[in-house]
């Protein structure tokens, strides 16, 4: 589909062009998914690029993770999608899925040149990738592979073999690139070719829901009845009057399997992560607002310490983490349980400053 530009004399359309016609590589491509693997449609934790398999010496163009702990093998063509890609993909995706977590951290390690280094923490960079994808609930990793497979035009027969490994509970996606030149720059689409794109109106006029989602069926039923044990179900439900008696959002958004989100225009200001014995309650605030060891005093909790084990995490009372998340914003991770005061004026007042600091971020 073409790209126009509006301009005072009325719609003109952009240039389409091919990564042959401007003299780019797959490697320009490349360079491009691991800048922003957000392209591809999804959150990755990008580990590797051009990365040899043992033994066999094949080599694959990126390797990354997803947030189901799923290993994602990432295969870019410049010219057409044919059907040698597919099959070169699913080797790759039988090889690694004998890789164990060892393997997986070693090649994190050689990709982000952290060799040697005794402060990297394979676990910790994969659970914070996993909280900003919205996923509390860390999963195991290479419990399952998929395949994404990228390139300017998909053959027929490619996209048949892959429908049909979809049909068979293979995990694959093929995304087109299309390339527009505009004067001096490089504007790329992609599209999501397969899975089939569905139509936002295809559910108008039926009543069927996923069984296997009953969250997307009744998300409140779902947080407060099946993930909340009722102290936690308890704490909620204040909560949300807290919230929504004293500020403007939009929510509580119940859809999602392991949070309730509370948004602000685009962004989720507030993103609850419901458990049986605490509520996780994920701030997005502006980098600098908020100081750990002065908001634990002044909400009367523990620091939580990244470094303490499970059982000590576990253990803790209500705790609070500040967790920078990038230049302009800082996250803030506060555990509460039953001991928690939610009608102290000191946790009103937080959420008020929290409120007016993700104003400032969202302005960034």
């Not at 225009?265 to 502006?286: E, M, P, Q, R």
């Not at 039953?338 to 937080?350: K, N, P």
Request: charged residues 30%; contains cysteine.
């Amino acid at each position: 589909m073409p790209i126009w530009k509006i301009t005072a004399k009325g719609p003109i359309k952009v240039t389409e062009t091919k990564l042959k016609q401007e003299r780019l590589l797959e490697e320009h491509l490349e360079d491009w998914i691991v800048a922003a693997p957000t392209l591809l449609g999804e959150p990755l934790l990008i580990i590797g690029r051009q990365v040899i398999i043992p033994d066999v010496k094949d080599r694959l163009d990126i390797l990354a993770l997803d947030p189901q702990g799923k290993t994602t093998v990432i295969e870019l063509k410049r010219g057409k999608l044919k059907d040698p890609v597919d099959m070169q993909a699913l080797r790759y995706a039988s090889y690694l899925s004998r890789w164990r977590y060892q393997e997986l951290e070693g090649q994190a390690r050689a990709y982000l040149e952290r060799l040697g280094d005794p402060s990297f923490n394979f676990n910790e960079l994969y659970e914070q990738f996993c909280a900003e994808a919205g996923i509390d609930e860390v999963p195991d990793l290479n419990s399952d592979q998929r395949i994404i497979i990228v390139g300017s035009e998909v053959k027929d027969k490619l996209g048949s073999v892959a429908l049909w490994l979809r049909e068979h509970n293979v995990d694959i996606k093929v995304v087109e690139v299309e390339l527009f030149r505009e004067a001096d720059s490089i504007l790329v689409q992609p599209h999501i070719i397969i899975p089939l794109p569905v139509s936002k109106f295809s559910e108008i006029g039926h009543g069927a829901i996923d069984p296997s989602k009953p969250w997307a069926a009744d998300g409140r039923s779902w947080h407060l009845d099946q993930r909340c044990s009722p102290k936690t179900r308890q704490l909620l439900v204040r909560l949300d009057d807290i919230i929504r008696d004293n500020f403007e959002v939009e929510g509580p958004r119940w859809d999602q399997k392991f949070y309730v989100a509370y948004r602000v225009g685009n962004y989720n200001w507030l993103a609850v992560n419901t458990h049986s014995s605490t509520l996780i309650l994920d701030f997005l605030v502006k980098a600098g607002a908020f100081n750990q060891t002065e908001l634990a005093q002044r909400l009367g909790v523990q620091e939580f310490d990244k470094e303490d084990s499970l059982a000590e995490k576990l253990g803790l009372p209500s705790s609070v983490q500040v967790r920078n998340r990038n230049s302009a914003t800082d996250r803030i991770i506060l555990r509460i349980k039953e001991d928690f005061d939610l009608d102290g004026t000191a946790f009103l007042d937080f959420l008020k400053d929290a409120y007016r600091a993700f104003g400032r971020a969202s302005q960034n």
